[in-house]
């Protein structure tokens, strides 16, 4: 009798789901009701986006019902949020279930709370030396004066006072009024909160376009129409500002739009009647961006959002540019009352992002979708680099502002700041100096029989030895943190520094800063946020991650190893994690990476076949060519004549029996440019565009697509006049943008060809030392391969460092080239009367096991692939005779 004794039903997926659809709905919503950790694979084409939809929203509404009680978003005063941002404090939850949004806040962090703010905008209560200037106020001594503030006033940091200050105060805090947060907030605004009891769901995937298509699908279900749903993308694809968005790039758009958030305009509110019955006349700021100076525009956004069905990023766009608004921050102030949050993954993992837009993972679903690569697309957002030339642009603009701001600093400022000058220097002489650091000197060298000199060499080291090697061990780099957070500082002394350029370059002096002629890494306010960064990442645990030192490169880059801590962080809060993908194989890498203390008893595992009937799918693996010579693409013997030529022959071949469209996939862009070349020289390429049109992936991804029309128009030519034209081939790259989201339905993909086994290059520098972190996963301290020296071979030392791995780092490199080709060879079979063929060409494929240096590869192939790979064939008359077979039983196929 008890309703979770019932099998649950989706009555909001559109049409009768296939069974395999039924059972993932069903695992995914028995896994919500658990808690915990869920991994579900389903392959592409199978319908697991709307599956994901139909099943996590259905069960968030089944929850509400239990509840036998109208949505309690709102709970009065229940919460502490004192760790939230207060722009988040300041936000107001609307009346109504689905009713506009009433005011919202502007957006970003203050270094002083509302209550403050009041006081010291109130000019009854600031009666001795406080004094009002351009959005913010100034702590004046007993001889200033008004007269005395100079041009460069607005460049002076606050009085900042830290937890070790004469009063002993517990908070570091900065004493000066005036908010210096990016982004203001308005204190006219109710505050709004989010219940506890209510379960919120967020869907993140890697890319703004597989975004997009998961709302695409939510507006096919009933859900788009009743419940709240707000998409999030970055400023480069919401930013409504001309001046800004023709900027380009994501680095300089951010900086720009940054900057004119600071940039405030003062303007007269409203009266209010004070406790004591006085009439006080109080002021507000304005953004500096014209996007933004409107709220009763954002207020339009917000209502319009509020009361359309789901939208994407594009929708987001138009209606910002149709209002003459800002959607990028008109679609964050409406986080807190989404029932659907739907965004990218450094927005969710990201700890600072989450922090910024206020997310609360309490009570939530949080779902992560493409997530094969997701332990290490989460340590690489961690990473941080700075140049050398950024650290030279540091140091100059902090010695010239603390040269002309130092007799006016406070004890507390200056202290802090000439230490920020000792590690801007420590870092930048590391760099311009010939020693190789101290604690590498006595390292093992790999490359015994090196030629260059020490400072050539890429050194890796622990954060530790990085520290004691610069005597910088000494620096609580954590107050130092939570200095530059809460000061400012970086954002006066960049300030302060493009003025200087600006005059410097003879520009009419001006307190409008403007530095986006300096360049992207030439940017001063760039080169202070690499160097904030890279200190922020030495507050790293010691094993957390690595130091890449390179002064070949004139570089310093901090490489985060460790995911565990970060992602269980999001596990610890969130009702439910769950992972899905095509193919999350092998789970046991993806468990010890992020999740490896979780109890078996919390995590649940689920794997679908594909719904396509087999008689559709014909895998073979390749392992020699028309002539009967070996396919072996192993990085020693790829690049001869005769395997190049061989490879020539089998496309020469396919393309007289696979109709339509062939995808190729080489490893690397310059692998497929060296086989294109010779294949032009040996006239091979002139055979096979007489029977097919060729088209080549660029390296350019804004180009890919207009390369993908073309590549279908001539398919489709092909199908309309199949007398005259016989398709196309695309030859493509294994992580290209070809591979990674782009669907090859039909007559795009028949046959998917991956040429060889993509094993990325050991030269890398973070690959080794990720597959050294994770080989001495689980293993004590001791026992952990130490620092290293790279030198003039770094794939030489790279192999050897494989060589000595024997457990989890080798099958972490194995799993990364398997993953890459089930990423590829996954574009294809994208519907149930879909039908194609995917060859495997390279002899590894299908060698005997006494003969391979790595696992079998086709044992980490999808399970629906494995099962019905033809791994052995006599010659390739064998292959020729299975592919001419298997396109005359389905051409006839209805699609």
């Given at each position: 009798m008890e309703m979770q004794e019932e099998t649950p039903k989706f009555p909001a997926f559109p049409f009768k789901p296939y069974s395999i659809q039924l059972q993932f709905m069903t695992a995914l919503y028995n896994a919500l009701d658990s808690g915990g950790v869920a991994m579900l694979e389903s392959p592409t084409g199978t319908g697991k986006t709307l599956s994901i939809i139909c099943s996590a929203l259905q069960w968030v509404v089944d929850q509400r019902s239990k509840e036998k009680k109208p949505n309690t978003a709102i709970d009065q005063g229940s919460h502490n949020f004192d760790d939230e941002p207060d722009w988040m404090k300041n936000f107001v939850v609307p009346k109504g279930e689905k009713s506009?949004?009433?005011?919202?806040?502007?957006?970003?962090?203050?270094?002083?709370?509302?209550?403050?703010?009041?006081?010291?905008?109130?000019?009854?209560?600031?009666?001795?030396?406080?004094?009002g200037r351009k959005g913010g106020l100034i702590k004046m001594g007993s001889n200033s004066t008004i007269g005395e503030m100079?041009?460069?006033?607005?460049?002076?940091?606050?009085?900042?006072?830290?937890?070790?200050?004469?009063?002993g105060d517990k908070n570091t805090k900065r004493k000066a009024a005036g908010s210096s947060s990016d982004e203001e907030v308005d204190d006219d605004e109710e505050e709004e909160t989010e219940g506890d009891g209510v379960f919120k769901v967020y869907f993140s995937s890697r890319t703004h376009s597989q975004l997009s298509q998961f709302?695409?699908?939510?507006?096919?279900?009933?859900?788009?129409?009743?419940?709240?749903?707000?998409c999030l993308g970055s400023r480069k694809s919401l930013c409504t500002n001309a001046e800004v968005s023709k900027l380009g790039s994501l680095g300089r758009i951010n900086e720009r739009c940054m900057e004119l958030q600071r940039r405030k305009t003062t303007k007269e509110s409203r009266s209010k009647i004070s406790n004591n019955g006085v009439k006080i006349q109080r002021s507000k700021l304005s953004s500096g961006c014209p996007m933004m100076k409107h709220k009763?525009?954002?207020?339009?956004?917000?209502?319009?959002?509020?009361?359309?069905?789901?939208?994407?990023?594009?929708?987001?766009?138009?209606?910002?540019?149709?209002?003459?608004?800002?959607?990028?921050?008109?679609?964050?102030?409406m986080v807190r009352t989404a029932d659907l949050v739907v965004l990218p993954y450094q927005s969710l993992l990201l700890k600072s992002a989450r922090e910024s837009l206020g997310l609360t993972l309490k009570n939530s679903v949080v779902i992560i979708d493409e997530a094969h690569n997701l332990a290490d697309a989460l340590i690489n957002m961690y990473n941080s680099k700075v140049t050398k030339f950024q650290l030279e642009q540091v140091e100059y603009h902090l010695t010239m502002y603390f040269e002309r701001f130092r007799n006016r600093l406070g004890t507390g400022n200056r202290r802090y700041i000439q230490i920020l000058m000792v590690v801007a220097k420590a870092l930048l002489q590391l760099l311009i100096c010939k020693e190789e650091v101290n604690s590498v000197e006595h390292c093992k060298v790999i490359d015994a029989q090196q030629t260059e000199e020490p400072e050539m060499c890429n050194s890796s080291v622990t954060v530790n030895d990085f520290l004691f090697s610069l005597e910088i061990d000494n620096v609580n780099l954590i107050k130092l943190k939570e200095y530059v957070k809460?000061?400012?500082?970086?954002?006066?002394?960049?300030?302060?520094?493009?003025?200087?350029?600006?005059?410097?370059?003879?520009?009419?002096?001006?307190?409008?800063?403007?530095?986006?002629?300096?360049?992207?890494?030439?940017?001063?306010?760039?080169?202070?946020?690499?160097?904030?960064?890279?200190?922020?990442?030495?507050?790293?645990d010691d094993t957390d991650g690595r130091i890449i030192v390179s002064k070949k490169e004139g570089s310093l880059k901090f490489v985060m190893l460790a995911g565990e801590k970060i992602f269980s962080e999001i596990v610890d809060q969130a009702h439910a994690v769950v992972l899905a993908g095509g193919t999350l194989q092998p789970t046991e890498e993806t468990v010890d990476r992020l999740f490896p203390c979780l109890p078996m008893e919390r995590l649940h595992l689920f794997s679908c076949n594909h719904i396509v009937p087999p008689e559709s799918i014909l895998p073979i693996a390749v392992s020699c060519g028309p002539t009967g010579k070996k396919f072996d693409f192993s990085y020693h013997y790829r690049s001869s004549p005769g395997t190049m030529e061989e490879l020539g022959y089998l496309i020469c071949n396919l393309v007289t029996v696979v109709p339509e469209g062939i995808v190729v996939f080489f490893s690397s862009f310059e692998y497929e440019k060296q086989v294109h070349e010779s294949w032009k020289a040996s006239g091979i390429m002139a055979r096979i565009q007489k029977r097919k049109r060729v088209f080549r992936e660029p390296r350019n991804s804004v180009e890919v697509e207009s390369v993908l029309k073309e590549y279908q128009e001539a398919i489709l030519v092909s199908i309309d006049n199949s007398a005259q034209s016989h398709g196309a081939l695309l030859l493509a790259v294994v992580g290209g943008k070809v591979s990674e989201g782009i669907n090859f339905s039909d007559g795009m993909g028949r046959c998917v060809v991956m040429v060889g086994l993509p094993y990325p290059s050991p030269s890398n520098i973070e690959l080794i030392e990720r597959i050294k972190h994770i080989e001495g996963l689980g293993k004590p301290k001791s026992q952990c391969v130490g620092n290293h020296i790279y030198c003039e071979t770094p794939s030489e030392a790279g192999f050897q460092i494989l060589k000595c791995c024997k457990n989890r780092g080798r099958e972490y490199y194995e799993n990364l080239c398997m993953k890459a080709v089930n990423q590829s060879i996954g574009r294809v079979i994208r519907h149930v009367n879909d039908y194609a063929a995917i060859l495997l060409v390279d002899s590894r494929y299908s060698s005997l096991p006494s003969k391979r240096s790595f696992a079998d590869p086709s044992s980490k192939l999808p399970l629906w692939i494995k099962d019905r790979l033809v791994s052995t064939t006599a010659n390739f008359g064998e292959v020729h005779r299975l592919l001419y077979q298997f396109f005359k039983i389905n051409k006839g196929r209805k699609i």
């Open positions: 506009p949004q009433k005011k919202s806040s502007t957006f970003g962090y203050k270094s002083v709370d509302s209550r403050e703010r009041r006081t010291q905008r109130n000019p009854i209560e600031s009666n001795n030396n406080i004094c100079d041009e460069d006033e607005e460049f002076l940091v606050n009085e900042y006072k830290s937890e070790t200050d004469e009063n709302v695409k699908e939510m507006q096919r279900t009933v859900f788009a129409s009743t419940l709240r749903v707000i009763k525009f954002q207020r339009q956004l917000r209502n319009e959002i509020s009361q359309s069905d789901a939208m994407d990023i594009e929708d987001l766009l138009r209606l910002g540019q149709k209002i003459g608004t800002c959607p990028y921050y008109g679609s964050r102030s809460e000061s400012n500082i970086t954002h006066k002394v960049s300030g302060y520094g493009a003025k200087l350029n600006i005059l410097a370059n003879g520009s009419p002096q001006s307190s409008a800063i403007d530095d986006r002629s300096v360049g992207v890494e030439g940017s001063i306010v760039s080169a202070f946020q690499a160097f904030v960064d890279f200190m922020f990442a030495l507050t790293n």
